[in-house]
């Protein structure tokens, strides 16, 4: 019984697959605070040109660089899994697989995209790169990228984040970046919410404003982003074009392809290279699975929004909540987003996508059965996934149907253990579907001409 | 520039190998308490029969059993990787390779004898296991395995670390087992010890006391160990006899194989089945390294003492700093034992395998530059084998060899981030040596007449 199939270092892929090329309509661009699409000037102030080139490529196929390559090979291929035990569990005749980006050294599959981000700032001449991290996935990964590529990172990270999880901290540090509390003192962004606010815990909006505001302001240091952007999509994609092979090697096929989505860039790298095969007229079901705390892609409305919570972003047409919208506290923090990537957006309004919300314990019972089946311990995040497979499974034993699933295992929980500890201990809970609050934060929404 | 060498899931062992058959004497046998071998009958309170067996087999050859391939199937074979990035950094002419055991779902190379160990129990009718743990890892490792071959496990965790290491508890919890800081009010060497001393910080010892005393005392339980008998070393040598294909995929052979030694699955696992072919006339240099503060192998005796620290085990025949040695408080919690298992001791007695200790700041500098360099961030164990790597990379590096060096990475560091921050804030220290400790505890080593 065949648990792994695993592909040789010769079958990493060769090129990213953007899936822009197969649109039915092209993407609405982003607009600048006056209503115009931005110039690729504009961006320039904190992103290398490579990287603004492949943002608004229409080129199907993007050759990674064989530097790059190398340093994916260090984790990849990542495996891809039958669940046979999984299955078992649930008595269901479904076929379950999943993709592993656990097994990345900093633990998910962010490093997909903050290898080639550091790499093409490394070749733009930059030598330091600045980001924000809430839960610290993000500034793992590219604290990880900016070790491995020579160059400088500073992480600004939230600072109830930086008090109460250290360890994402003290391994951003043992990769050598610099990390700092925010808000800071070092940003005009920072002290100035320190004057009004000194005991603020700190937001990923404050954070992503520091780390903006440093980059835009020093001529050898970029920025850096783990999701949202359309670079950020196709850099993911390594992660379905394996998989896609990986199922061949399994004589298989899925009917449906589902992976959590919060920013999208774990739903886009699993999703985008079978939806490939969906635009070439193939079957296949690809469902975005979203906290039903935070429901973007389902309660949410297809609009231009800020990227980030305080207007500082151009305006992308993207699902949104509104950028004023606060998520409940759930744990799972890399889904706490008030939008949604713009590619990953389009396709669920033109029908092409499908999305889902799934409250909290629902998504924690799923990744403890999990756990408890195949061994590994899922991070939050994954646990929206696993859900959602699990609901399928079932549907699959009740019909008799023995369908195809294949999901994206985005990451471990090893950094997430009070979560699973509050959970045990009944101090979890779902959070009401916050209608109100999302319609006042929608009522913000900038306006359009 | 090959990373990786992945070995298909058909080439999983079928068979362990057992050192015992290629030593040069026998194995002196464990001794009672009256100084007279132990009877099998005697061990069959607490281990199953086919374990039992195992221990005293001398057999070259022990088929594993399919149920426990499946289940090691979930993430073995595990990869074996060349260090193309730290060879680089140490501007060394050596080959450095390593055993990527990190990627069990527990984090390290324990699984490989708790699933047996569990398996072997169920067989024989058991339905609980009771084990004890100190920093957890052999804790997670039972528990997942009860987990997955439907047994309760109980551990009794030592006070200390429950109460310092709660992640590692949640993740037993996640798995199942019941955890339990030590020492409790349950058995009678728990509540022996809560009488006379109502705070201790509990210990191995007593923890070990409380969970052999209730194997003992029910029928239907059974008791677990992670290292230092003979079938623990067994059950680990899937590691080499991987390892011994892949380093032939790779198209080389090891000048020196590495690992940690603590109670020593760790280094049996990957250096016995490379002994096999040093028994058939093979060069091959076999080293073990422990810990400077803990040096067993380098400054112990070779001599009859007890497993435990209060005397409850029987008599083993190995290299001991006497059993009431208690190790200064190094991150290494893995490593911290009084002795080391029969079967390397007696190999490094006869000359056979040689033995390093190295101070703990030094094996932290060098688990950093591994981070930094092949991005996995490694358990404060795993730390000393890279660090034994890296002085015989830079011997090479002064001589100008290009020695071939294989050694095992026997666990990620996820759990230890906190020795990290301590290690970056300049709070870890090196131990002196500890000689007049040392010297009392062995002036109470047991008198065999």
Not at 38 to 45: K, P, Y
Not at 145 to 170: D, F, H, I, T
Not at 278 to 306: F, H, I, M, N, W
Not at 388 to 393: D, H, K, N, Q
Request: aromatic residues 8%; charged residues 20%.
């Amino acid at each position: 019984m065949t648990t792994k199939f695993l592909l040789e270092e010769s079958s990493l892929p060769t090129h990213w697959y953007n899936v822009v090329a197969d649109l039915p309509n092209p993407p609405p661009p982003p607009l600048g605070p006056d209503g115009k699409p931005v110039t690729l000037d504009a961006l320039a102030a904190i992103f290398p040109p490579t990287l603004i080139e492949q943002e608004v490529s229409v080129e199907r196929w993007i050759e990674i660089p064989e530097e790059v390559r190398e340093i994916l090979r260090l984790w990849r291929p990542a495996p891809l899994h039958r669940a046979h035990r999984l299955e078992q569990a649930l008595k269901t005749p479904a076929k379950i697989y999943y993709k592993n980006e656990s097994v990345s050294p900093a633990g998910s599959h962010k490093p997909n995209t903050s290898i080639p981000q550091a790499y093409y700032n490394r070749v733009a001449g930059i030598r330091r790169l600045t980001t924000e991290t809430g839960a610290g996935q993000w500034g793992c990964s590219l604290a990880l990228a900016g070790q491995l590529l020579g160059l400088e990172v500073r992480v600004y990270m939230v600072k109830v984040s930086y008090q109460q999880k250290p360890y994402r901290r003290s391994m951003m540090q043992t990769w050598g970046a610099e990390v700092f509390a925010s808000p800071t003192d070092m940003t005009n962004a920072g002290r100035q919410i320190l004057k009004t606010q000194p005991d603020t815990p700190g937001s990923l909006g404050i954070a992503i404003s520091e780390a903006v505001e440093e980059a835009a302001g020093r001529a050898d240091t970029n920025y850096a982003l783990g999701s949202v952007l359309n670079h950020v999509m196709l850099h993911q994609t390594v992660i379905g074009l394996e998989a896609r092979k990986q199922m061949e090697m399994a004589g298989d096929y899925p009917d449906i392809v589902i992976a959590s989505c919060g920013g999208g860039s774990n739903f886009a790298g699993l999703a985008f290279p079978f939806f490939a095969d969906k635009a070439a007229g193939r079957q296949v079901r690809l469902l975005a699975v979203e906290p039903a705390s935070c429901p973007t892609l389902t309660k949410g409305v297809y609009a231009y929004d800020y990227g980030d919570a305080t207007g500082l972003t151009p305006l992308l047409k993207m699902h949104t909540l509104g950028h004023d919208f606060v998520p409940p506290g759930i744990h799972a923090g890399g889904l706490r987003y008030h939008g949604a990537a713009p590619l990953v957006s389009q396709l669920v309004q033109e029908g092409l996508v499908e999305a889902v919300a799934i409250p909290q314990l629902e998504t924690f019972e799923a990744g403890v059965l999990f756990a408890r089946t195949e061994g590994i311990v899922p991070a939050p995040e994954s646990n929206h996934a696993i859900a959602a497979t699990i609901r399928a499974a079932r549907d699959c034993a009740h019909s008799g149907e023995p369908k195809t699933l294949l999901f994206n295992l985005s990451g471990h929980g090893h950094f997430d253990m009070a979560a699973y500890d509050r959970y045990f201990a009944g101090d979890l809970r779902d959070y009401e579907h916050p209608a109100e609050a999302i319609q006042t934060a929608l009522s913000h929404l900038p306006k359009i001409t």
